[in-house]
């Protein structure tokens, strides 16, 4: 199997599902070698069947030590890393959970530093290390304290550690609704009156899917021109 991707390894932070594996799908398509990393190791196996993955870790990515001692572990440096890590966690001001909204800034903020460290000099010159941020939390509103200022914050931290890692290229793909297992299990029986809405209100006419998100971070992963920017990819969301 050849494309523009052969002979590279793609490693996918969260991708035993949604987004990550998607992308772990069509990376293998264009010609890498996938590892997955995840929490679950029976998703993990269940996913790297689907994709052909190379290799598996289950760990926590959000733990520094965890995160160094894989990174220590692979064979070889790797051309492209993809982090599809962190949640999101909506609430006001008075009933915000302090331990919730620690963890949500160390998977936002501390996790892509740390992971920045740790891929220093383990990522080929031409590879990226590429985040996923939301367009959801760039609307003030009650609630939207964390998710403002996390959505905020990844920009910049995104542009400076394009310029302390290059040539290695840094970007973030900032998402609106996507389709995927996560989206339903928080939505649970409001899942399709919301599929429904975007379908009406969406000026593509349809849901994005994790499939389209796939695209948008193979593309980062190939196009050596793009580095250091956050990129939208949410059908038109935020004009409507």
């Known amino acids: 199997m050849s494309g523009p ?25 264009e010609g890498a070698a996938v590892v997955l990393v995840g929490r679950d190791p029976d998703r993990l196996s269940h996913a790297a069947a689907d994709v052909g993955a190379t290799q598996t870790a289950a760990f926590d990515a959000t733990d520094p030590e965890a995160l160094q001692r894989f990174f220590e572990d ?15 966690y909506y609430a006001r001001l008075a009933e915000l959970d302090l331990t919730r909204a620690r963890r949500l800034v160390e998977e936002h903020l501390w996790l892509p530093i740390a992971l920045a460290r740790t891929v220093t000099g383990r990522i080929r010159p031409a590879g990226t290390l590429l985040f ?4 959801g939390g760039r609307r003030p509103g009650p609630g939207m304290v964390l998710p403002g200022a996390m959505t905020a914050a990844k920009p910049a931290l995104i542009a400076n550690l394009a310029i302390e890692l290059a040539p290695i290229r840094v970007n973030a793909i900032a998402a609106g609704f996507v389709d995927t297992p996560l989206s339903a299990q928080l939505l649970g029986d409001d899942l399709d009156r919301r599929r429904d809405e975007l379908r009406r209100t969406l000026p593509i006419g349809r849901v994005v899917g994790p499939q389209d998100v796939a695209a948008l971070a193979v593309h980062l992963m190939t196009n050596t021109a793009l580095t250091g920017a956050t990129y939208d990819i949410d059908g038109g969301q935020q004009l409507v």
């Not at 793609?10 to 990376?27: F, H, N, P, W």
């Not at 996923?132 to 367009?135: E, Q």
């Open 132 to 135: 996923m941020s939301g367009t």
């Open 5 to 29: 991707l052969t002979g590279q390894t793609v490693v996918l932070l969260g991708g035993s599902g949604g987004i990550g594996l998607e992308t772990a799908r069509l990376a293998h398509t």
């Open 74 to 88: 692979l064979p070889s440096p790797v051309d492209h890393v993809l982090t599809t890590a962190g949640g999101n």
